[in-house]
């Protein structure tokens, strides 16, 4: 165990980098929330923050180049279903799921000759003692919505097996995802352009 929000980070990052025997790496820092942003303490949620952002970004800056020279490795990164569906708990928690989610599809690209590969695993709730941390005891969820940890854990190995880059384990069919993603690079073509879309225009007046 190390402490992420301390000088435990730092000796996370020393063994990634100098240990050869590491080649794949399981980033699941994080801690909850489930409180509403009126109902929130800023000074925990700026916790959050670097707890669920700063500490994974800086355990894959880690890891990446240490695989890269290794010549080849995976990294896991455990995000949430509220990083694509942040109205469920807590905005702060969404958005740092959402980084994680961001960074992963970023380094998927930017590492796909690389010989290194990236999963992110997407879970809903889960049986484990961050929702009580989070103030939110699993016994107050309805049971049909939560899932064990260990299940967890066979969905993400599973998708990793079957080469899958965001592995959502509750998600019925795989294809609501694929077709989640085409929508999104369907976008991409025409989210910076030089002009404003027509609907933006101010059209001269009669």
Request: charged letters at 20%; a negative charge.
């Amino acid at each position: 165990m190390a402490d992420l929000a301390g000088d435990g980070l730092a000796k996370v990052e020393a063994v990634l980098k100098q240990n050869a025997g590491i080649n794949l790496f399981v980033n699941n820092a994080g801690i909850g929330a489930a409180a509403p942003l009126l109902a929130s303490d800023v000074d925990k949620m700026d916790e959050l923050i670097a707890i669920n952002v700063r500490a994974p970004m800086r355990l894959a800056y880690a890891a990446v180049p240490a695989f890269v020279e290794r010549g080849g490795g995976a990294i896991i990164n455990i995000g949430s279903i509220v990083g694509i569906a942040p109205e469920i708990l807590n905005g702060v928690y969404g958005g740092t799921k959402a980084f994680v989610l961001a960074l992963s599809l970023s380094l998927h690209k930017e590492l796909a000759d690389k010989k290194v590969r990236v999963q992110a695993v997407l879970p809903g709730a889960t049986a484990t003692e961050l929702w009580e941390r989070a103030g939110l005891p699993i016994s107050n969820l309805p049971a049909e919505i939560v899932m064990n940890a260990e299940d967890v854990v066979d969905a993400a190995l599973a998708g990793f097996d079957q080469g899958e880059l965001v592995t959502i384990p509750s998600l019925p069919d795989a294809a609501d995802w694929d077709d989640y993603e085409a929508a999104r690079q369907k976008l991409m073509p025409n989210l910076s352009r030089n002009t404003p879309a027509a609907r933006y225009r101010q059209t001269a007046a009669a």
